[in-house]
């Protein structure tokens, strides 16, 4: 009989529609989430900080390898297999599905720049050392997209002298390499275009002159402790350089991105209903006015509970159909403009029914569910938080625009 992944709520979302060998590695992730890293999920939360436990099971699952293509050492997941990792690693704790996604691509987009000495010891770090990436990107400038601050000066062993400081580092902070871009100011070609300064370097967390200040500390997604990191004269390692020169994230990068957030998002919201789904019928009391013993029986309760899963399986296959348009994107089946849109409405689909769903749990448990006690509060803080990534009113917007003057979105950071 073929493996199946366990139903997400009873029989209302369709089968993943995985190969059987990403099947068995999902199976293989999923026990981990289920034992070892959602009994943490409540604690990470109320720390607020990297959740090490959860991430070494996640490492000693196998899984972190699999996103490398077959001749080095992985799988080469599909993106549908990556989200439906992402979906049910949230299920469990979204703040590690998070850490999995920044893993996951950074690995892709790393292998699409850089020199080509670098894919087998990137290989070797992850399927010996089951090491995991974080990212150092984001700075406190004016505008999200003001040019970088932090430098990479050339030194004449071949590696970087980086400073700076990033914020919003998402995975870093015992991580055991650290993705940081930086701009090297003596690059070739920056006047013509400045993009060719931008230089990724691994850089482990342990590095001297490395600072993590460890001061997230936000309503939810608390446990990526994606805060502060500086960066004082750090020496990279030149085995550890991540970029050709002039070369750069590849103009679908943000597009993932963004469906990596709609998988996390719809993750979260089905584990709010999962927990609503079992209060409901043991804890809630039902309303006189149904005429029922059980609150699981009441009418109005099953009509909102319906409503939100309907709602929530919409976005699921959006977001899905997505994924399967990044495949089809590197395969050179479909333009930037075909991916693009159907990843918009993904984002806005996603954005809507979770933090509905999230929200609304409440009304079909009652007063007895609002006791802090039960953490329920935590998928939407959780959700919110996401939700703000790449505003999702710029996507509503940019499909109007595309639908009614037939503009072609154009890459860009969040694009």
Known sequence: MTAKLPPLLGAAFPPAGLSSEETEALLALVHAAETEIAPHAVENDRIGRYPTLSIAALKRSGFLKNVLPKELGGLGLSHRASMEAQLRLALADSSVAQLYKVHDEIVREILTYCPPDLKPRLARALVEDQAIIGLAVAESGRKVDDPLTTTAIPRGDGGFTVTGKKIYTTAAAEADYIATWAYNPE??????????????????????????????????????????????????????????PGQFSPPHASLRYQVGFCAIMIGSAIAALREAAGFVPTKSRPWPSAGVDNAADDPLTRLKAGDLVADLVAAYTLMQSAADLLDAYERGDVDRTELAIPVYAAKVTAHKASLAAASEIYTLMGTRSVARSNGFDRHWRNIRVLSLHDPVAWKQAEIGRHVLTGSQPEPGLYQ
Do not use: C, Y
């Open 187 to 244: 690059a070739a070609g920056i006047a013509e275009n400045p993009l060719a300064g931008m230089q990724l370097n691994l850089i482990p967390p342990t590095t001297p002159g490395v600072t993590i200040h460890r001061d997230w500390d936000p309503i939810g997604q608390r446990a990526t402790d994606s805060g502060t990191i500086t960066f004082d004269q750090v020496k990279s390692d030149p085995d550890w350089n991540a970029t050709i």
